[in-house]
């Protein structure tokens, strides 16, 4: 991906999918009260997996682009 603002979508994205994803979990451990996903493991593993993924998407848009065999 080369194209820098896509880069800067990505990150911002995962940022964003990161932060929802640790409410998430931190609301289906019980550790943030006051709703109605508070204890529910389901929300838990939702959040995992969405941060996992906002993970993923951070790492693709911080790397730096393949540079091609024909530059060098």
Not at 23 to 46: C, E, H, K
């Amino acid at each position: 991906m080369t194209n820098r603002a896509a880069r800067i979508a990505l990150v911002v994205v995962g940022v964003i999918a990161l932060i929802v994803g640790v409410v998430f979990a931190g609301q289906g451990a019980n550790l943030i009260p006051g709703s109605s996903m508070t204890g529910d493991r389901m929300w838990l593993y939702i959040g995992v997996i969405v941060g996992v993924v906002g993970i993923v998407l951070i790492v693709l848009g911080l790397r730096r682009p393949r540079r091609d065999r024909t530059d060098l």
